[in-house]
């Protein structure tokens, strides 16, 4: 069945660092593809989507590539905040069966 | 705020009793999803449901059961409760019809700790 395999965590940089956590899939079709962040205390809310081969997610700095070649959706960041401590998801949704990676905690220090 | 409404946010019960969640999804939304996430993080994927009928099902429990309600709003119960039950558990909704491959909307979750 598809699924999604992302790098694990914990994840811990300084504050202007540059990002990178890896996302890979397996499916059978064509999914869309997520990255939901997960900040302290609160729900997990959409961060970004792609929705067909080569499509560029961007959102408040943060982007991710759909490379079907490489089966993969990167999530980068050129610059982290502070603010952007968190837990990211990456996930795929192929007729309407969404998958979730494990999960990535993100810690940015001062 | 998504508009995924769940209640309640969080609950303290004892080992063996039994408690509902509550979930409201996003108007119009026809489906339901729930989701349990452990300490470490994980988000384990339970069931779902679309316009009151379950679609699919992941390792939720025998303990554990769901509904959803014509007015598409869902509960979830879970009983016989263990130590190990204790975690979040978030409900999602999505517009979707069918064979969709569209974002899902999370409500903020409900914090289950069982003593």
């Known amino acids: 069945g598809d699924s999604v395999t992302q790098m694990e965590g914990p994840v811990t940089l300084s504050e202007e660092a540059f990002l990178t956590i890896n996302c890979t899939y397996t499916?059978?079709?064509?999914?869309?593809l997520f990255w939901y962040v997960q900040y302290p205390g609160e729900g997990l809310q959409l961060l970004l989507k792609?929705?067909?081969?080569?499509d560029k997610g961007s959102n408040k700095g943060f982007e991710a590539t759909y490379r079907k070649e490489t089966t993969s959706f990167h999530l980068e960041k050129g610059s982290v905040q502070v603010s952007d401590s968190a837990v990211y998801f990456c996930?795929?949704?192929?007729?309407?069966?969404?998958?979730f990676g494990a999960g990535t905690r993100l810690t940015v220090k001062p | 705020d998504s508009g995924v409404t769940q209640t309640p946010k969080h609950l303290i019960t004892a080992t063996g009793q039994r408690v509902t969640l509550r979930c409201s999804p996003r108007?119009?939304?026809?489906?339901v999803y729930w989701y349990q996430q452990s300490l470490d993080q994980g988000l384990q994927f339970l069931i779902q449901?679309?316009?009151?009928?379950?679609?699919a099902k992941g390792n939720i429990l025998e303990r554990f059961s769901a509904q959803q309600f014509p007015d598409l709003h869902s509960e979830l119960n879970l009983s016989s409760l263990e130590l190990g039950d204790s975690a979040l558990y978030f409900c999602?909704?999505?517009?979707?019809?069918?064979?969709?491959?569209?974002?899902?909307?999370f409500g903020e979750g409900s914090r289950l700790t069982v003593l």
């Open positions: 449901y679309y316009n009151g009928e379950e679609r």
């Open positions: 499916a059978t079709g064509y999914p869309s």
């Open positions: 996930a795929l949704n192929e007729d309407n069966d969404m998958r």
């Open positions: 792609a929705t067909k081969a080569d």
């Open positions: 108007s119009g939304d026809l489906s």
């Open positions: 999602a909704s999505s517009p979707s019809s069918g064979r969709g491959t569209g974002e899902l909307f």
